[in-house]
Nanobody, 116 residues
Framework: QVQFVESGGGSVQPGGSLRLSCKVS????????MRWYRQSPRNEREKVAE????????RYADNVKGRFSISRDNSENMVYLEMNDLQPPDTAMYYC?????????WGQGTQVTVSS
């Protein structure tokens, strides 16, 4: 059974930072692409960032490039999303996913709210 534990969401003012964490169990973590998505009530689900297995490559949505950074720790089955210079349009539920072997598994999400 694949399980996710996501954390790190919260409320920040514009220009603030948050670090999201996601711990996954029940998969061969190092073999999976790890992704962060977000969704708000007004917008469709958007892939924010992804990180491949070895060799590691990182990809970002255009609207977060230069502000967000994804990383992974295969020894801990963890993936992180460092988010800087957060702005109100970044407000959303953020979801961690693991993609591999024709399956994608999802976490429960963590809420990020950016407002003054």
């Amino acid at each position: 059974q694949v399980q996710f534990v996501e954390s790190g969401g919260g409320s920040v003012q514009p220009g603030g930072s948050l670090r999201l964490s996601c711990k996954v169990s029940g998969i061969i973590f190092e073999a999976y692409w790890m992704r962060w998505y977000r969704q708000s009530p007004r917008n469709e689900r958007e892939k924010v960032a992804e990180i491949t297995p070895n060799p590691v490559e990182k990809r970002y949505a255009d609207n977060v490039k230069g502000r967000f950074s994804i990383s992974r720790d295969n020894s801990e089955n963890m993936v992180y999303l460092e988010m800087n210079d957060l702005q109100p349009p970044d407000t959303a539920m953020y979801y961690c996913s693991a993609w591999g072997f024709a399956n994608e598994y999802w976490g429960q999400g963590t809420q990020v709210t950016v407002s003054s």
